[in-house]
């Protein structure tokens, strides 16, 4: 890999809520790589590892809960 490079995963609802949309994309320190901030902007990340905490090995917890 590149250091500093960063795989994104995110989702959104699609009109009406019924569906989801997923998308990946990569961050390059912070800098949207190959994409438009403006376009993954409208995507949640599925997680963010300054916000998750792996324990045990297994299970995912976020921090300050």
């Known amino acids: ?3 500093g490079a960063v795989v994104r995963v995110g ?3 699609r009109e009406g809520g019924a569906t989801f949309e997923a998308h990946a994309w990569v961050e390059w ?3 949207v790589v190959g994409d438009q901030r403006q376009h993954v902007s409208q995507f ?4 963010d590892e ?3 905490a792996l324990l045990d090995g297994a299970s995912l ?3 300050g809960r």
């Open 1 to 3: 890999g590149i250091t």
């Open 11 to 13: 989702v959104r609802r």
């Open 29 to 31: 320190r912070g800098v």
């Open 44 to 47: 949640v990340p599925l997680f």
């Open 50 to 52: 300054r916000q998750v």
């Open 61 to 63: 917890t976020p921090i």
